[in-house]
């Protein structure tokens, strides 16, 4: 969640720094800070808020120095003020930390004792008083941090920077990413890849348990053995990290306008050349052997896996199992031998998700992960990592990732079909010709912007919504509300349609919008009489569906969105697109911050 980066250069750190913390932005902060070495001497500048408050405070009060560290913050413990920014400082020591240190309370009590107190809320700042200690009693800086590492329980990643050393960084991970950049005399420290695109494209992933020690010729790691380990460098594409708006208002917006590539981009890669045929990797399951599939995800990502058990249980016939990882990894549920687990996520560090991967390790008969980091901690630790190639997405509103996770999630719903024997060749061509058109009618799709950037400018005063789906439609519905609340502000809730009547129709009034997505399919004669139902109570229908559901659902509704006609089973990924569109256009009627709402983060790193 929090971001981090590093330098060890040959000029000025802090403008690598700050710019390096632009390019975090994205994960979600509500304070940042750097600290620089010049001359030996360790100094520090710190501001509550957006980054130009910082470089605001750099103008008038800079920081020369060509060694330096840097974090952006998403408070945990403690108000989001100066005094509790990162970098935390003790003496020599200036530490930033991604994670939650969990036994700081006791470190704290412990350190009392010896009458060193505390001048924060944070849990972070135990590791900078820690590591001063340890250096009061002898220690070397390498050596005080290796001490204080050994000390702390929780997940974290971590870079300390001491006074007197202009060539040194300490950095190590548990449970948050951590990577660390080569240059050309200079070496750099990052939360991912992205931070360190402008500065190298050659990355080194830290594992976890890992101690690096960082200086500007060499890079030492140790693993949570103390063992020395030799981590391979990564060349990066520095395309696929790039970070710029290519001329629209929004990050969200780019991503949305994205789509139709990159849904294209995944599906050339898991279809053959003439998009006949499925051509997943080697190492996909045979899943006429699979007894049971466990979907595991949080947040965006575990709509997706809702909309995927429908479609692994139509098409293919397999029992599927969804969770919420931070549900699942407490719940610790049995695990037949005969099951196969899944985890989707965008970032693939999601702390809940990998804490439930690890739970499954030695327990699923194999362990899928489909993500958008091919070099994450997720992917790393899978038995095989299906990339949904969405490219970089940075608003923090998951949008062409949630797309791609629903395409490849699909794809292997068809080769379990397939490996069952549950799909026909006829039926399986033309689910994938209207896959291949996915792009096609997405952009067609688009045509309906400014329509619903009107309805939108309405919606923008309502101070709720319900959204209501049946079958494959309900796990958007359930999308579509969080999307909306997610960057508007407005309260939403989504109820599988049937539910109406069980208690949501209360909250129906004149003053409540209701969103209905229904594609015309067999279900659609069902969704109108819920509708009817809405309408009799003064409740404003908004109807997402194709032209022949618009007609049969008649000139009552409030406002109606006609999408181009789809197959029922690929409607799910078309009917995202408005989703989306509704929840953009209200929030910036709204004048909310779309890419960065507030409280929260893009990468959820910490439990």
């Not at 004792?113 to 900078?128: F, L, Q």
């Not at 569109?581 to 929260?600: C, E, M």
Request: hydrophobic share 45%; proline share 5%; net charge negative.
């Amino acid at each position: 969640m929090c971001g981090i980066v590093g330098v060890l250069g040959d000029h000025e750190a802090a403008p690598l720094l700050v710019e390096a913390l632009k390019r975090l932005e994205y994960r979600g902060y509500d304070s940042a800070g750097i600290a620089t070495i010049n001359d030996g001497r360790l100094d520090r500048r710190r501001a509550v808020g957006k980054l130009v408050n910082l470089a605001d405070l750099l103008v008038h009060h800079p920081l020369a120095g060509k060694a330096g560290i840097g974090h952006t913050r998403w408070a945990t413990h403690g108000a989001p003020t100066e005094a509790n920014a990162h970098p935390h400082r003790s003496g020599p020591v200036a530490v930033v930390h991604n994670g939650i240190i969990e036994n700081f309370r006791a470190l704290r009590a412990e350190l009392a004792s010896h009458g060193i107190a505390h001048e924060t809320e944070t849990d972070t700042e135990t590791v900078a008083l820690l590591a001063h200690h340890f250096m009061q009693q002898g220690m070397g800086p390498v050596e005080a941090a290796r001490a204080t590492i050994a000390r702390l329980e929780g997940a974290y990643a971590l870079c300390f920077l001491f006074e007197g050393e202009a060539d040194l960084l300490v950095a190590a991970r548990r449970g948050s990413p951590l990577a660390v950049g080569h240059g050309d005399g200079e070496m750099f420290v990052g939360s991912d890849a992205i931070a360190l695109a402008p500065m190298t494209d050659r990355i080194t992933y830290l594992e976890e348990g890992d101690i690096a020690v960082v200086t500007r010729d060499s890079l030492v790691i140790t693993d949570v053995n103390g063992h020395l380990a030799n981590r391979p460098i990564k060349t990066i594409e520095i395309e696929a990290a790039r970070v710029d708006k290519a001329g629209h208002r929004h990050f969200m917006a780019k991503e949305i306008a994205e789509q139709p590539s990159v849904i294209g981009a995944a599906l050339g890669h898991y279809l053959s050349s003439d998009g006949t045929c499925l051509t997943l990797p080697e190492g996909v399951p045979d899943f006429a052997k699979v007894e049971r599939l466990t979907l595991v995800a949080c947040g965006t990502a575990y709509y997706a896996c809702l909309t995927a058990k429908y479609w692994f249980e139509q098409l293919a016939r397999l029992p599927v199992e969804v969770d919420i990882a931070s549900e699942f990894r407490y719940r610790e549920p049995p695990v037949s031998p005969g099951t196969t687990a899944l985890f989707v996520s965008q970032s693939g560090e999601t702390a809940d998700t990998l804490a439930a991967l690890r739970y499954m390790q030695g327990r699923a008969a194999k362990i899928v992960s489909v993500v958008n980091v091919p070099e994450s901690s997720i992917a790393r630790e899978s038995d095989l990592a299906l990339s949904i190639h969405a490219g970089a997405e940075i608003g923090v509103a998951s949008t062409k990732a949630f797309t791609c996770q629903l395409t490849v999630l699909l794809l292997l719903a068809l080769k379990a079909a397939q490996d069952r024997g549950h799909v026909g060749a006829e039926r399986l061509a033309d689910l994938l010709s209207g896959l291949r058109a996915l792009p096609a009618t997405f952009n067609t799709a688009m045509e309906r912007n400014e329509q619903i950037r009107a309805i939108a400018r309405q919606l923008a005063t309502a101070p709720s919504a319900l959204f209501l789906g049946r079958g494959l439609m309900y796990p958007l519905a359930l999308e579509g509300a969080l999307k909306l609340k997610e960057i508007s502000y407005i309260h939403a809730e989504a109820y599988a349609s049937g539910e109406l009547k069980h208690g949501p129709i209360a909250l129906i009034d004149e003053t409540m919008p209701v969103v209905v997505m229904a594609p015309c399919d067999a279900l659609f004669d069902k969704t109108v009489s819920n509708m009817q139902e809405v309408m009799a109570r003064g409740g404003r229908i908004l109807l997402v569906s194709d032209a022949r559901g618009v007609t049969q659902a008649g000139d009552c509704v409030w406002q109606t969105i006609t999408l181009p006609d789809t197959d029922p089973i690929l409607a799910p990924i078309l009917y995202a697109l408005p989703a989306q569109l509704i929840a953009y256009h209200t929030a910036v009627a709204k004048g909310t911050d779309v890419d960065q709402p507030r409280n929260l983060a893009k990468s959820v790193t910490v439990e």
